[in-house]
């Protein structure tokens, strides 16, 4: 983690091989939010599963990396995990399924991971019709309420 001022920021990445040998380059624009109380969620990392063996490797690994793609095939398993920061006790997180015109779809469940301090949550996507969708995130506390969205797409 690092400290940064509000606002757009550029991040330059160089994809390389096991040799260290440059395979490609991207360039990709980040929107880094004030912080509007101490309640805040971290970025949302996206897991992708496309079989049983690979779900059950990611699920209980905390360390597994998470995917830059936003489009994912029906046949894929998502996890999607997020840290709640809040400096004052626990704040209540609840996660919703959401269509791409705004309607819920239906509640999510929140598990843990890493003892609590990476909460997960598990979005099979075999049940979803080709289409835009969100994951929107809620947390409320004392310090006040925050929310995140996830938008992601599925392809038959």
């Known amino acids: 983690m690092f400290d940064l001022p509000p606002g757009k920021l550029q991040v330059q990445m160089s994809i390389e091989d096991l040799a260290s040998k440059v395979l490609d380059t991207d360039v990709r624009e980040v929107v880094v939010r004030p912080f509007a109380s101490a309640l805040a969620f971290s970025t ?20 597994a990396a ?4 936003r489009q994912f095939s029906r046949r894929e398993h998502l996890l999607v995990r997020f840290r ?13 399924l959401t ?34 969708y969100t994951i929107e995130l809620n947390a409320v506390s004392a310090q006040g309420r925050t929310k995140e969205l996830v938008a992601f797409s599925v392809t038959p």
Do not use: C, F, W
């Open 44 to 63: 949302p990392e996206i897991l992708r599963a496309r079989n049983a063996r690979e779900y059950r490797e990611l699920a209980g690994d905390p360390e």
């Open 66 to 69: 998470p995917v830059v793609a």
């Open 84 to 96: 709640v920061h809040n400096p004052e006790g626990e704040p209540e997180v609840t996660a919703r």
């Open 99 to 132: 269509s791409m015109m705004g309607s819920l779809m239906r509640e999510l469940t929140i598990g843990d991971l890493a003892g609590g301090a990476i909460r997960q949550l598990d979005l099979p996507l075999a049940g979803l019709a080709a289409g835009g």
